[in-house]
């Protein structure tokens, strides 16, 4: 664990009250295991030089809790990712040995996800050490075999009805093929070195407040999030969501708007990675006899989005994003899920296109249609669960690719 983090630590262990009242045993007795077993293959072919790329993986994700005495807990996770064959082509990204698009020699990631301590009082739950994060610009990001995780603080507080207060101090974090925790910084560069801007970034912790009502309304159920991500001396952003639904007659609507400011800040605005943008949009939809459709739109400022710790952009799709600069995004998506009583219980499907389109340079403009289908096969055998994707991307410039993904999960619980 970072000695950073040690203090704070103590300080939990040490406002428990009265420790000894509730039995040490209840961290064993209360304990749980769980985990997911899976078993994916992805595989990008493009049309022209660039190289294809396919990676086969088996691994999963495994999760102890412990129970409770005083409020205290502890937790730990462990991740595995392995390739199952190899491949003349290039690495996806699924497993280790390389950037994607690169070499086809292929290594097993196997990490410690999370260790913690926990301490839940006073309707505030405070986590310490290696731990998931579920926030709109800090979260799993769960795009590849294994997700990200963190490490450093998180505090919850509840005590007020509807109303949850979260902050945030991460000082490292580890991607989808790390095996040892990186600065948060490195994440900023790494995510500036894609574009091929390379920086120096000050090794500053990632702070964040967030704060997430349910609005008393019985009509219109309505939430609003708000959230502000600080790290000194990089950059800073804040994010908005409004989540509205309601009744119309046989059907439910609901109206997603969200809005995201960045801006860099001290050293990072004064090289040539500075920044200073916007990303604005919705989701409307409705939902009715199975039928989900959903009509989205965004448009981004004169800047690129920076996020390398997972978002939640307005449109987000297999393959490409809404994040470019000047970029507006018109995108559809109908999915369907099938009745319980029917043949096909357990069966749901989307079909998912959008068109992003950069102002002012139509040699930019990219659109991409995705189609889903997922099995859940719990009626025979409970945990398991297919799914197949596939993606058709074209590009006004450049190779057009398409992207196909097969998973299978299982699911337990001890």
């Known amino acids: 664990m970072n000695t950073k983090l040690l203090p704070v630590v103590a300080a939990c262990l040490a406002a428990s009250p009265a420790f000894a009242a509730e039995p040490i045993a209840n961290l064993f007795n209360d304990a749980t295991f769980k985990g997911q077993l899976q078993l994916f293959d992805f595989q990008r072919d493009f049309d022209g030089e660039t190289a294809d790329r396919r990676d086969t993986s088996f691994g999963g994700l495994f999760y102890l ?81 294994i997700p990200f995780t963190y490490r450093g603080a998180s505090v919850k507080n509840t005590s007020i009805d509807n109303l949850a207060i979260s902050a945030l101090y991460i000082t490292d974090y580890m991607g989808w093929t790390d095996e040892e925790f990186a600065n948060a910084s490195d994440g900023v560069k790494g995510e500036f070195a894609r574009k091929g801007v390379i920086v120096d970034v000050e090794d500053n912790p990632m702070l964040a407040l967030g704060f997430d009502y349910t609005l008393p309304f019985e009509q219109v159920k309505t939430k609003a999030s708000l959230w502000h991500y600080n790290m000194e001396d990089v950059y800073k952003q804040t994010y908005f969501k409004l989540t509205m639904s309601g009744e119309l007659g046989a059907t439910n609507w609901y109206f997603k708007p969200s809005y995201l400011k960045q801006d860099s800040q001290g050293s990072l605005s004064s090289t040539e990675a500075q920044f200073d943008t916007y990303q604005a949009g919705f989701h409307l939809g409705m939902k009715w006899n199975g039928f989900d459709a959903t009509v989205k739109y965004v448009e981004t400022g004169d800047g690129d989005i920076v996020a390398p710790f997972g978002d939640e952009k307005v449109v987000i799709q297999q393959v490409v994003q809404s994040g470019r600069a000047n970029e507006d995004v018109y995108a559809a998506q109908l999915a369907y899920r099938f009745a319980p009583s029917s043949a096909l219980n357990g069966v749901s499907a989307y079909l998912n296109w959008a068109n992003y389109e950069v102002d002012g340079d139509a040699s930019q403009d990219i659109d991409e249609t995705d189609i889903s289908v997922r099995y859940d096969l719990k009626e025979y055998v409970e945990g398991l669960s297919l799914r197949a994707r596939h993606a058709i991307v074209n590009y006004s410039t450049g190779d057009d690719l398409t992207d196909t993904r097969f998973y299978v999960y299982y699911k337990f619980e001890i």
Not at 94 to 105: D, F, I, M
């Open 65 to 145: 809790r412990s129970g409770e005495s005083n409020g205290v807990s502890f937790g730990g996770s462990f991740a595995s990712a392995n390739p199952i064959w190899d491949s003349n082509d290039a690495i996806y990204g699924l497993v280790g040995g390389g950037a994607p698009g690169t070499s086809n020699e292929r290594d097993s990631v196997n990490r410690l996800q999370e260790y913690f301590v926990s301490g839940n009082w006073y309707d505030t739950k405070i986590t310490v050490g290696a731990q998931e994060l579920r926030t709109p610009m800090m979260n799993p990001f769960p795009l590849r075999a």
